[in-house]
């Protein structure tokens, strides 16, 4: 009990110094190491309760299961990461509730004086909503430019991804990668994996590493470019605004945005030209609204 204490609290950056490296290395990983093995054996369960489900119920179970297949992948998918992320929250609980100390957000409003209170006198919903729209029109514009170069047909398993993600009914889709995935995520690589890789090492330091970390859990090379790009605008964010609620926001609709465009292969039938044109005006939105951001929300004028 005592040992699992240890790795569940949030030490400073002081007490961490002292640790040697594999302790450290055991504090940054071992949670992560937790959630998988619960995720994991939760996702065997119940996929265990589902066939004792479907040979109990004979014809009309299996057709159910045919019809439905890919839905009841995904919810049992939600279930499981759900199930992870219940035994690490009271972790991350302690991490995303602590200050950000050492960060970049503190050293900016050091340096400008008004870091914070900027955010507050441009007013919390307009920078969400300017945040939220970036993070629409970053995701899209990679999106196209994926698909038009030809990237996403690189990896086979990127594309049966893709067939299981878009097989699940809509409205559940929408509730698994908008809210579930994007949660459960966030609380893994920016809540524990990116705030202790701060104390431990440095902001730049964990900016890069957990966004690669982010990218490479995804399994194919399409998601881990596109994966490790989103995850350093997140951590970048997260460290700017300094609230959890930014990573969970900016994923979330960054995969409603997407899986709401591509749900009928949108994208992939586009004519070519079209879709480049498109995918230059959101990305020159994109462009905009981050500086947009850096000086009217945050802040940084003149900077």
Not at 20 to 25: D, E, I, Q, R, V
Not at 146 to 170: D, K
Request: charged residues 15%; hydrophobic residues 45%; aromatic residues 14%.
């Amino acid at each position: 009990m005592n040992f699992w204490r240890t790795f569940s609290c949030r030490w400073d950056e002081e007490e961490l110094k002292k640790w040697p490296s594999l302790k450290k290395t055991a504090y940054l990983l071992l949670p992560l190491l937790v959630y998988y093995a619960v995720h994991d054996m939760a996702e065997v369960v119940l996929w265990m309760l589902l066939n004792f489900i479907v040979t109990s119920g004979g014809e009309k179970a299996i057709a159910v299961l045919n019809r439905h297949g890919p839905t009841l992948q995904g919810m049992i998918y939600g279930l499981s990461i759900l199930a992870g992320t219940a035994v690490i929250w009271p972790a991350v609980k302690r991490e995303i509730s602590g200050p950000l100390s050492g960060t970049a957000h503190q050293v900016s409003q050091t340096q400008n004086g008004a870091g914070g209170k900027a955010l507050t006198d441009a007013g919390k919903m307009t920078a969400y909503r300017l945040l939220a729209a970036f993070a629409y029109c970053a995701a899209v514009s990679l999106n196209i430019f994926f698909t038009q170069t030809g990237f996403t047909g690189s990896s086979e398993t990127y594309e049966e991804i893709y067939e299981l993600q878009y097989g699940v009914q809509f409205a559940v889709g929408l509730v698994l990668y908008g809210i579930i995935s994007p949660l459960a995520e966030e609380a893994v690589f920016r809540g524990l994996l990116y705030n202790r890789m701060k104390r431990c090492f440095n902001y730049k330091t964990a900016l890069v590493f957990s966004s690669l970390l982010f990218g490479i859990y995804h399994g194919n090379i399409v998601q881990a470019v596109y994966g490790s790009i989103l995850g350093l605008l997140i951590a970048y964010f997260y460290e700017q605004y300094g609230s959890f609620a930014v990573p969970v926001l900016f994923h979330g609709v960054a995969n409603v945005g997407i899986y709401a465009m591509t749900y009928r292969n949108v994208l992939a039938d586009m004519d070519r030209k079209i879709a480049l044109t498109m995918g230059t005006i959101f990305f020159a939105g994109a462009v905009f609204l981050f500086f947009y951001i850096q000086r009217k929300c945050l802040g940084r004028e003149g900077h």
